[in-house]
């Protein structure tokens, strides 16, 4: 089997750099009218990512839009749904790809985008990046981004607010021994379910104990590791708010192994509202963001920035709401 010309084998042929092949292809400013023709030529001799690089030099698009992951987790895929979807009556295909084994890899973006950008993808939308200042050709959507400062246009949760609302429900049942697993500490979804617990407890008058915040990362393993660290120490919270369903139902799973009954002993209440958090047993008590409108609002965004538009709302924050199921509970007499 013949193996497949690379941009290395083109640059090679027409004795340019790789760099000027790049900007050959996508029509880009810089490149003298030979070495186009001679970087042209050998792209059609050698058959270099034929489909593709063949349409975008013939209409500098390839009608494709990336949508950048870290990881393709419950969240992540909920609103990759939401961009397909919005996609369907627009002549797009959909690159869903994933650049990094774990969350931890900062700047997966720009190693992710500098493949991609140009030869393959007219734009994309990056879920929750560590950075969003990218300094690449394509428009760039942000959905749940890094905490530092945004030049992208970007959509969110109101992780505030449903925050606030699932650590008030939990004191209106009569908890003061709430516990928060936290997220990760680089995204503003995590700061802010942070910032919304505090809150609630303020407003409560009850006293915000660090001892009752452990580490979950988003993540089932940290999530399992919170719940442990939490579970079993003298004074054990009746109740845990953790910041995604993913550390909620690992939760559930650590107290079930302690012998605690959710809710009876304790009470549990998630975020995102995964297809899993319905699933579960007992169901997961959790704050629902829209996921697939995030996803589908991203993607219009994108859509009016690659049609030439003006995005009318930059930073678009999408409403969450409470959705009581059956993981919560007031606290049991003696622990109350």
Do not use: C
Not at 21 to 31: F, P
Not at 71 to 99: C, I
Not at 189 to 200: N, P, T
Not at 283 to 298: N, Y
């Amino acid at each position: 089997m013949q193996r497949r010309a690379t941009i290395h084998d083109v640059a090679r042929d027409a004795g340019v750099s790789v760099s000027t092949v790049s900007k050959a292809v996508n029509g880009r400013y810089g490149v003298a009218g030979e070495t186009l023709e001679r970087v042209l030529a050998s792209v059609q001799k050698l058959g270099y990512a034929s489909s593709l690089i063949a349409s975008s030099m013939r209409s500098s698009r390839t009608g494709v839009i990336g949508v950048l992951v870290a990881d393709f987790e419950p969240f992540s895929t909920e609103v990759l749904k939401g961009v397909s979807a919005a996609l369907r009556d627009r002549p797009f295909d959909l690159l869903a790809y994933s650049g990094t084994q774990g969350p931890e890899s900062a700047g997966w973006e720009r190693r992710s985008l500098s493949r991609l950008s140009g030869t393959l993808i007219d734009g994309a939308i990056i879920v929750t990046p560590t950075v969003v200042n990218v300094p690449v050709e394509v428009p760039i959507v942000a959905v749940d981004p890094h905490t530092g400062p945004a030049d992208l246009p970007t959509v969110e949760a109101d992780s505030f607010g449903g925050a606030l609302q699932a650590v008030r429900s939990l004191i209106d049942l009569g908890h003061t021994r709430i516990a928060f697993v936290a997220g990760r500490g680089d995204l503003r979804s995590s700061i802010a379910r942070d910032a919304g617990y505090r809150r609630a407890l303020a407003d409560a008058g009850i006293p915000f104990r660090p001892d009752l915040i452990a580490i979950g990362s988003y993540e089932t393993e940290a999530g399992r590791e919170a719940a442990r660290s939490l579970l079993t120490r003298a004074g054990r919270p009746t109740a845990i708010f953790a910041a995604n369903d993913l550390s909620a139902l690992a939760v559930i799973d650590v107290a079930r192994e302690l012998g605690l009954d959710v809710p009876r002993d304790l009470s549990v209440i998630g975020f995102d509202d995964v297809p899993e958090a319905s699933q579960a047993t007992p169901a997961l008590s959790t704050v629902r963001q829209p996921m697939k409108r995030i996803g589908a609002a991203a993607a219009s965004m994108l859509l009016t920035m690659l049609d030439g538009g003006e995005v009318p709302q930059t930073h678009l924050r999408l409403p969450t709401r409470l959705v009581d199921r059956g993981t919560t509970a007031p606290p049991p007499t003696a622990l109350a």
